[in-house]
C-alpha cells in the first residue's frame, strides 16, 4: 500500500500534525502546497513550465491511499487546496482515480457544524467524481487516529 499525503496547510502546522497522526507509523510520501507551485487555472509567471500541478497529479495516480489535509480558512478549505481540487477539473477523467482512497484531515479552532459539512460534501464529491472510495473526514486528533486505525 502507497500512502500521499497532501497537506494544504503551514509545511509544520496543526493539519501536517493531524495527517500524521492519520498516517501513525506506515511508509507515506507527503506533498506540502506551501512549497509547491500548483497555479490557478491561467496563471504564468516567470516560466511556463514551472508549474508543479503534473507532479502533483503523478503523485496521486502512483497511491493506493491519499490522505488531503486543510485547515478552515474563512470557513472553508484552504485557497491552496481548493485550487489543486479546481485543476483536476478537466484534464483528469471522471472514474480515472477508481480503486484509490481518499482521507480528509480538516481542522482549525472551532469550526461550526456548517463549516465541517461543506468541507466533508466538497471532499467527498471530490472523490466520487473521480471514482475514489471516500474513506471519511476527521477534524480532532482522536478522530484522526481512529481513522488511521483503517488504513
Partial sequence: MSILFINGGEKN???NRMGHELIGKHPYK????????VYDYGQVFAREDDDQFDEVLEAVQA?????MGSPVYWHNLSGMLRNLL???YGPVPEGSLTGKRLFFVFQGAAPSADMLRWGEY??????GLYGM???GMAS???EA???GERL
Avoid at 507527503?30 to 507551485?37: F, N, S, W
Avoid at 466538497?122 to 472523490?127: E, G, L, N
Wanted: glycine share 2%.
Fill in 86 to 88: 479546481d485543476r483536476f
Fill in 122 to 127: 466538497t471532499m467527498s464529491r471530490f472523490a
Fill in 133 to 135: 472510495a471516500y474513506e
Fill in 13 to 15: 502546522g496543526n493539519t
Fill in 30 to 37: 507527503q506533498i506540502d502546497l506551501a512549497d509547491t507551485k
Fill in 140 to 142: 480532532t486528533t482522536s
Fill in 145 to 147: 487516529r481512529k481513522l
Fill in 63 to 67: 497511491a493506493d491511499t491519499i490522505i
